[in-house]
Each structure stands twice: as structure tokens, then as C-alpha cells.
């Protein structure tokens, strides 16, 4: 993979004008373009189609949660449209990501787990049954979607590096909260930036605000494929 194949930009806008705006701009200087719930819901396989028309790959980050036969049957949908990335909950659980696996299997779509949103703490972890630190639920997670055979993990700069150590090369990370040194944070809580989330062993980066809100989203784009060069 090359620098420029390694940046995510999430397409986090509610229409397909919108998100062509983004895909016209933007395909060309970042290798991954990410459609979300928000522009899936709003304009369906239509977004997917405008991410491969402006040359970049797409990631269509659905987080599927489901029993297996459906699991099976939307990843088998999503591959017919030829994403190369494509989220699924690992609490869907093991027979349910098993599914998903084989469903993928032989196609170009790559499965990532989420394990814990990161916008669940102790407190609402508990309120749902799962007792412990986030972060053991995190390492217990990861490990349940990776034995079932998922390519990748999402997870935050901050559980980067452990979970590298945990499960080895193999697995694809892939990290959001990334922000370029002076870079507004905005509302992350753990962030990194682009050089040093490569050296905790993050593979992909997801970036959006600090492009999509930069003066030149452009001359920001590339200025992130150029700090990723030189790391
Ligand atoms: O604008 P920003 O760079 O913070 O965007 C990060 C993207 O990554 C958004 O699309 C957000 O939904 C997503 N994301 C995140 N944190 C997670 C999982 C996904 O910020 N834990």
C-alpha cells in the first residue's frame, strides 16, 4: 500500500450532491473515500457507484449487526458492488461473522471489525451487561472476529498499539481521530496524528474534518500523503 492508498476520507454529508462534491475534489488525492449510514441511508448504492467514478476505492462502513443468514446476505450485496472495505459489529458474534466471512470469501470486499464504539464508556458498557474495562471488552472482541476470519479491526490511536502487540502484522487497523500537528481537535478525545499512528501500527487512517474543513481541502489532502511519505 502505498501513502495515498492508506487515507480514508469519511463522506460524512447527507446527499449525493453533496458527497459528488467530495468524490470530484477529493478522488484523486486519497486512495479510500468512506460512505457512511448517514449518505448510505439517504443515497444507496448510488454513492458507492460515485466513489468508484472518481477513481478511488470505496469503504462502506455499515457496521452490519445481525444474525448470520442476513449477515451473509448484505455482505454478499455489498461485495456485488465491489467495496474493498466493509464494517461489521463483533458482537454480531461468532457463527454470525463466520458468515459474513464466507460470504466475502473469494471477492475483493475486506471485513473490519468494530469492536466497542468508542463513544460507550465503563458506565454504558455496564448498562448494557458487558462488565470490565472497555478495553478488555476491546482485546476480547478483537479476538473473537479475528478467529472467525475478518481481515481487520477498527480501533482508536489509542488501543493501536496494544492490539498490534496482541494479534501480530497480520491484521488490517484501521484508525480514526487522526489529526495533522495543529489541527483542531473538535469533539475526539484521543487522537493522533498521521505519522505517529503509522508507527503504532495503524494501516489505514481515517481523516475528516481536518480536510474537509481546511481552507483547501486539497493542499490539506496532500500535505497528509506527504507527512505518511516521509514517516
Ligand atoms: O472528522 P473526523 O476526522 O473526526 O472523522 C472521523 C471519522 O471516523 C468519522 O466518519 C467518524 O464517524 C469515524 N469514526 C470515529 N471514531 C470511531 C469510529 C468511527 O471518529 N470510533
Not at 94 to 104: E, F, H, S, T
Request: net charge negative.
Amino acid at each position: 500500500m502505498n501513502a495515498r492508498e492508506r487515507v480514508v476520507f469519511p463522506l460524512d454529508v447527507p446527499s449525493l450532491d453533496d458527497a459528488e462534491r467530495w468524490t470530484t475534489l477529493l478522488g484523486a488525492e486519497v486512495g479510500v473515500l468512506k460512505v457512511g449510514l448517514e449518505l448510505f441511508t439517504a443515497a444507496g448504492p448510488r454513492a458507492v457507484e460515485a466513489v468508484h467514478a472518481s477513481g478511488a476505492a470505496c469503504f462502506l462502513d455499515l457496521k452490519l449487526h445481525d444474525i448470520p443468514a442476513t449477515m451473509a446476505g448484505a455482505v454478499r450485496s455489498a461485495a456485488a458492488l465491489g467495496v474493498r472495505y466493509l464494517t461489521v459489529h463483533a458482537a454480531a458474534g461468532p457463527a454470525a461473522l463466520a458468515a459474513a466471512c464466507a460470504a466475502a470469501a473469494g471477492t475483493d470486499t475486506r471485513l473490519l471489525a468494530v469492536t466497542v464504539l468508542t463513544s460507550l464508556d465503563a458506565g454504558e458498557l455496564a448498562a448494557i451487561g458487558l462488565m470490565g474495562a472497555p478495553d478488555e471488552a476491546v482485546r476480547r472482541l478483537a479476538r473473537v472476529a479475528l478467529d472467525a476470519g475478518l481481515d481487520g479491526l477498527v480501533c482508536s490511536p489509542q488501543e493501536c498499539v496494544a492490539l498490534r502487540q496482541a494479534l501480530g502484522d497480520g491484521p488490517l487497523l484501521v484508525v480514526p481521530g487522526i489529526r495533522p500537528r495543529g489541527a483542531d481537535v473538535g469533539d475526539q478525545r484521543r487522537v493522533a496524528t498521521p505519522s505517529e499512528a503509522r508507527r503504532q501500527g495503524a494501516d489505514l487512517l481515517v481523516i475528516g474534518r481536518p480536510i474537509r474543513h481546511a481552507a483547501d481541502p486539497v493542499a490539506a489532502a496532500r500535505a497528509i500523503v506527504r507527512e505518511l511519505e516521509e514517516a
